[in-house]
C-alpha cells in the first residue's frame, strides 16, 4: 500500500509491472486505493483495474461489485479520515517541536 493524497496521480501512470503481471495470471485481480481526499462522489475507497490497453480504471467500492456494503465503507471512511487526521496533527506538533 502506498498513500496518495491524490489518487489521480496514480491513474495517469503507467501500470507497475508487477501489477500487470499479476492481472494476467489472476483476471479477478483489484488493487484498493485508499485516499483521504477522494473526489467528491467518491468514498475513501477506490478499486483500480487496469483494462486490456494497461490504461487504469477506478470505481468506488461499493460499485465493484465485491459484495462491501455502503454502512460498510461509511464506517471505514470516517475511521480512516480520524487516523489521517490524527497524523497530520501529530505531524504538524513535531514540527513545531523542532523534530523532523
Same mark, same amino acid.
Given at each position: 500500500?502506498? %498513500?496518495?493524497? &491524490?489518487?489521480?496521480?496514480?491513474? *495517469?501512470?503507467? !501500470?507497475? #509491472?508487477?501489477?500487470? $503481471?499479476? %492481472?494476467? #495470471?489472476?483476471?479477478? =485481480?483489484?488493487?484498493?486505493?485508499?485516499? /483521504?481526499?477522494?473526489?467528491?462522489? *467518491? +468514498?475513501?475507497?477506490?478499486?483500480?483495474?487496469? &483494462?486490456? !490497453?494497461?490504461?487504469?480504471? +477506478?470505481?468506488?467500492?461499493?460499485? !465493484?461489485?465485491? $459484495?462491501? %456494503?455502503?454502512?460498510?465503507? /461509511?464506517? =471505514?471512511?470516517?475511521?480512516?479520515?480520524?487516523? =489521517?487526521?490524527?497524523?497530520? $496533527?501529530?505531524?504538524? @506538533?513535531? +514540527?513545531?517541536?523542532? @523534530? +523532523?
Amino acid at each position: 500500500m502506498k %498513500y496518495r493524497w &491524490n489518487p489521480d496521480d496514480l491513474m *495517469r501512470r503507467p !501500470a507497475p #509491472q508487477e501489477l500487470a $503481471d499479476a %492481472y494476467q #495470471q489472476w483476471p479477478d =485481480f483489484r488493487v484498493v486505493l485508499v485516499t /483521504d481526499h477522494p473526489p467528491e462522489d *467518491r +468514498s475513501c475507497f477506490q478499486v483500480v483495474r487496469w &483494462n486490456n !490497453a494497461g490504461v487504469a480504471e +477506478s470505481e468506488d467500492l461499493v460499485n !465493484a461489485g465485491l $459484495d462491501i %456494503y455502503q454502512g460498510t465503507i /461509511d464506517i =471505514f471512511s470516517a475511521l480512516l479520515r480520524e487516523v =489521517f487526521r490524527v497524523l497530520s $496533527d501529530a505531524t504538524v @506538533g513535531d +514540527s513545531r517541536r523542532g @523534530g +523532523s
